[in-house]
């Protein structure tokens, strides 16, 4: 075992109920939405089949995301935008473990019965295991970040049988976006959303190949992230550490299906629908905080002084890498090998991306204009029926300055 065990039993403060069976489906993450007792509510829920954006953020936000505002058609509706850490960080979190202080913070206050969210699997620390966490204490278990995705919405029901009135969901963007979508038919009082982004996530097996690829004992690997200083941090049981620049890592060895469609396709980076997102990606070595309305305030206002904020900060220019990314994935796309560059010109490029690369938010803007493209590219290329419902118009105009544009399929 890697980690504490896990309790099957309703009362325990962190709770793992066991779960039905996930229906069959095509393009899915298995958020839990089929795990439901009505699994038929996936037809309305789904992310992948054809997300209708501007009314949900409408609903939630009491707008759609406005263009005309700054950084809106990227990171979608926000309040405001914060670099943040939460002082002094706490032990085991991803970052500074802002989210799930968050989330001890409700149930301290006991504005909250159950936090909804993913603890480490007890033999396998990188896979998530859908929890239901009652006691503020047993928020320090699910500290941390795991690869890959699990039924998290199949807790709704478990909780509500449970008495549960009021809630708050850690989640995922295709996650979210389906609690969301079913939030007004599930009967709670209140549920709060903290969200944090997401990308180029894979089934927990596939990321342990990719573990292996880096280490030679890729068992005793604890930590893993993809910062934004375009290195990824990975550390290890015995405490050291180890950074390798993105340029040097063994992307090209991985398979073409190393990340499923869905993860290559879908549309929502940031998590839009969220009260809160909590991410790193503008936040130039802090967390990056986009607080989405009033509710989210509220869930900042939590942190008190025990958070220190600053404004983001913003740096170079993103066309170049992103046009480039562009070609790469067209190549790859296509059945190409990705081009890689020689081995000479790598420490040099690599020592030159932190500095005059995209940095703070342009680095946040180039990262949500390539996964856009990506969309764009694989989905024509493996699912093109799927297109005209599934790419909403945002992700349109993130790609448009490429030259992608829908095809007229008349
Ligand atoms: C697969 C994945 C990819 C991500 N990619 C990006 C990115 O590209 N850019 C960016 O800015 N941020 C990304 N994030 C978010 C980022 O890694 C941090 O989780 C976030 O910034 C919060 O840090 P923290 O210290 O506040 O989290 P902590 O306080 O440590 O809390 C982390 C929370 O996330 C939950 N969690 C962990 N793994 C999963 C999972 N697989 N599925 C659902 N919930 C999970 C935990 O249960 C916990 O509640 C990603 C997260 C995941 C899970
Ligand atoms: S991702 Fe969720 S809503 Fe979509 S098909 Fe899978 S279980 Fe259903
Ligand atoms: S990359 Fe997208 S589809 Fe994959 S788990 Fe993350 S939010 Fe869901």
């Known amino acids: 075992m890697t980690g504490p065990s896990l309790s099957t039993s309703s009362g325990a403060p962190v709770w793992a109920p066991p779960l039905p069976p996930a229906a069959d489906r ?28 501007a009314a949900l953020e409408t609903r939630v936000h009491g ?7 700054p950084d809106e058609l990227h990171f979608g509706p926000f309040r405001r935008m914060v670099r943040a850490s939460l002082s002094p960080p706490r032990p085991d979190a991803q970052w500074t473990g802002i989210t799930t202080r968050i989330a001890e913070k409700l ?26 966490v009652t006691k503020p204490a047993g928020m320090a278990q699910v500290r941390g970040m795991r690869m890959g995705y699990a039924p998290l ?10 008495g549960h009135k009021r809630i708050a969901v850690i ?22 959303v903290i969200g944090t982004p997401c990308s180029d996530n894979t089934t927990t097996a596939n990321f342990h190949s ?48 190393f990340f499923p469609l869905t993860c290559r396709t879908c549309v929502d980076y940031t998590n839009v629908l969220a009260d809160i997102t909590v991410g790193y990606m503008g936040g130039q070595g802090e967390q990056w905080l986009l607080v989405r309305n009033a509710r989210g305030e509220e869930l900042l206002d939590l942190l008190g002084d025990e958070v220190r904020l600053s404004a983001p900060g913003s740096k170079g220019k993103r066309a170049g890498p992103v046009k480039g990314f562009l070609a790469n994935v067209q190549r790859a796309a296509g059945g190409l090998p990705l081009r890689r560059m020689p081995n000479w010109v790598r420490p040099i490029v690599g ?19 390539m996964k856009a493209v990506e969309t764009v590219v694989h989905l024509e290329r493996e699912e093109p029926a799927m297109v005209k419902n599934m790419v909403p118009p945002h992700v349109w105009a993130l790609v448009k300055p490429y030259g992608l544009a829908p095809r007229d399929r008349a």
């Open 210 to 257: 990719f573990l292996a690829l880096l280490s030679n004992a890729p068992d005793t690997i604890t930590y893993l992230e993809f910062r934004a200083d375009y290195y990824v941090e990975i550390r290890f049981v015995n405490g050291k550490k180890r950074e390798i620049p993105f340029l040097q890592l063994p992307i090209s060895k991985l398979p073409a299906d």
């Open 26 to 53: 095509g393009l899915c993450t298995d958020c839990g939405v089929s795990r439901m007792a009505d699994a038929r509510a996936c037809g309305r829920a789904c992310q992948f089949i054809k997300p209708d954006y």
């Open 107 to 132: 149930l301290e206050a006991g504005a909250v019965d159950a936090v909804l969210t993913m603890a480490p699997d007890p033999d396998d620390r990188w896979k998530p295991v859908p929890v239901l």
């Open 153 to 162: 919405l199949a807790l709704l029901e478990p909780a509500r049988a449970a």
């Open 63 to 69: 707008r759609a995301r406005d263009a005309s505002r």
């Open 351 to 369: 020592w030159l991306m932190p500095r005059i690369g995209p940095r703070g938010l342009e680095f946040a803007r180039a990262r949500v204009e």
């Open 171 to 192: 989640g995922i963007p295709c996650q979210v976006y389906a609690l969301r979508a079913l939030e007004e038919s599930l009967g709670f009082d209140k549920i709060y």
